[in-house]
Structures are given as C-alpha cells and as structure tokens.
C-alpha cells in the first residue's frame, strides 16, 4: 500500500495532487481553444439539438459536481435540475421528448443513482451516464456516456474525481448548450482558456498553498461554516462535506443568500465561516461575510487574486490565479481540499478511510 501512495502519507493527498494530470486527460483532444469549440467524440454535432431540459441525478461529491454543472447550463438558458438521486429514484420528475436524464456517478455503482436511472429509462427519458469507470454497471444501463478520465481513486473522500467530474460536465454542458441554444463564441473561448490553463493553475494552488496553516489556526473550533453562491455555492457544500467526512469535525454548506434565514443564529466567535468568490458575480457574498466577522466569526475567503483588494478584510485569504469564473470554482475547492485535509491530519485522522463511510456505496 505504501508504494501505492508515491511517498505521500496519504491517498488522498496524493490524489489531490495528481489533477494537474487527470485535469489534462479529462481535457485531452476535447477543447479547440482557438476555434471556441469543444468535441466530445461520444456525440456528434447536432446530438442535443432537441435538449431543453436536463435532469442531474447523483449523490455525494458527485451531486456537488452536477449542482456545478446545472447553475452553468441554467446561466445558458437550458431549465436544468439536480435532484439526489435517492429522492428521484423515490419521486422522478416528470420528463418529456425534450429531457436528458444525466447520472452523475464517480464509481458508476452507486445504488441511488443506478435506481434513479432506471425510473427515467423506463418513464422513456434520453439516459447519459458521466463517469469515472469503464464497464461500470451505469454505462449498460444509459443510453450514452462520458468519461471523466481521473484515473483510479483510492482515498474515500473524492477529491480529482470531483475536479474532473466539473470539467467533464462543463464540456458536456457547452456541447448541449450549442446544438440547443447556441452560445456565444466569444464567451466560449475565454471559457475554453481557462479550461486550458486549469492544469497550470491547479499545480500553482498545490505549490502555494498555505491551507495547512489555516487549518492549523482555526484547528479545535465548534463548527466550521461554508457559503457560496451560484456555483460557488455547489463549492461550499461540497468544502462542508470534505470537511466532516474525513475530519469529524461539525460543518455545513450554505447558500450565501440562507445566510440570514436561519444559519446565523449558529454563528459566535468560536465558528470558521469560509466563504468562496469566483469572480464579480460573487462580490454579494462579501457582505454576507462581513455581517459574520461583524459576530466575531474568523473568515476565510477563497478568491481569484485580481479580487484580493475586495476581500483585504479576511482574516485569512487563500488566493486562486485569476481566471473565468465557472473555471475559479474548481480551484477554490482544492484549496478547500487542502483545508480539509490538513484539518484531519493535524487531528489524527484515519484520512482514507474515514468511520462508517464507503468508497462505493451500493444499497439503498
Ligand atoms: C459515497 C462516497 C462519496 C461519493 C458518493 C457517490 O458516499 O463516499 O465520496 O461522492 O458515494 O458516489 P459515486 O460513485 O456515485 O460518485
């Protein structure tokens, strides 16, 4: 096991480190940057031409990804949804000639999102499966799918898988949005710009990064909060769960906008609040961030560093390259990885194999 982990003390910080790579495998041969185009070789032109409506299914990290994904294709002007597999597979939403029913699932196993399909494919939806593995029992169940190439992940917390999973997503989204919508050319290839650069970028987090010290600072706190908005949302929640997966530690993702409905009640001196800005869009969360410090919370923001003079008043900044936005997010969640991980480390956590989790989970 120990020469599985390349001399990192765990697989999952090895993992974290390994998506400059399986960010580039995930992007090989699908993005023509100059041209502002993307192809999936799964699908021809024209494939989702008949698309206005897609329904996510998926569970874990992986509904995080597809809450990503949905708030892109929404920005688009597709009517997309996420629902958690489990209460689809319960409850399916109604579909009709113009549905694609997406599972998004790391393993292609997971018995939620496997039900889930089966309800749409026997209702009569388009089913397309996103995944990591090969031959998963997913793929013989959907109509199509596409991979996200990450790679194996050992480590039960999903960190690359997660990264790629985005990326994978938002090809497929920009696919969808051009044969049914149409996009914008020129928004196309600043997307498709920080896509290209998003290997880069990663590798300048992992080599800058200094989560471990504020993971140290804030080490033996009540309860660690994360808030977001729009994709930067799907980022705080996904942030939360790293968190008490692997950590044990109490922490919750919110909407920035629930913020004052409910959340701040549970805010003190004694309770983190980490907040994710993507880019101009997301400044509206900095007000929610100064109403917490204003109750004595620590803040942590992660943000592009061209930001950095609009959220000078952190307490602690981790900066990402600047970027497109919808690409900002990823890099802010492995910073949020990293926090996590070395909140857990510093607690003496069994980090890759956390009490009572399951790589796979495959009842229901
Ligand atoms: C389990 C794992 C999570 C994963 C979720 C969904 O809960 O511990 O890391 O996100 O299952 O798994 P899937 O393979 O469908 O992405």
Redesign the pocket.
Known sequence: EAAGKSGYPHFMLKEIHEQPESLRQTLHGRVEEMAGRVTLEEFDRGAFADIERVQFV?????HHAAMYAAAQLTARGLTANTYMAGEYADCPAPIDDSTLVVA???????AD?MNAIRRARDAGARTLAVTNVVGSSVTRECDESLFIRAGPEIG???TKTFSSQVVALTLLGERIAEDSTGVQRAEMRSLLSGLSDLPGDVQQVLDESTAADVAEALYGCDAYFFLGRGPAHAVALEGALKFKEISYEHAEGFAASELKHGPLALVTDNTPVFGVITGEDDLKTISNLKEVQARGAPVVVVAPANLADKVEFADYLLPVPETHPEVAGVLANVQLQLVSYHAADQLGRPIDKPRN?????TVE
């Open positions: 998926s569970m874990g990290t992986s998004v699932t790391q393993s292609g196993e997971t999102t039960v917390a999903a989790l399951a790589k796979s989970v």
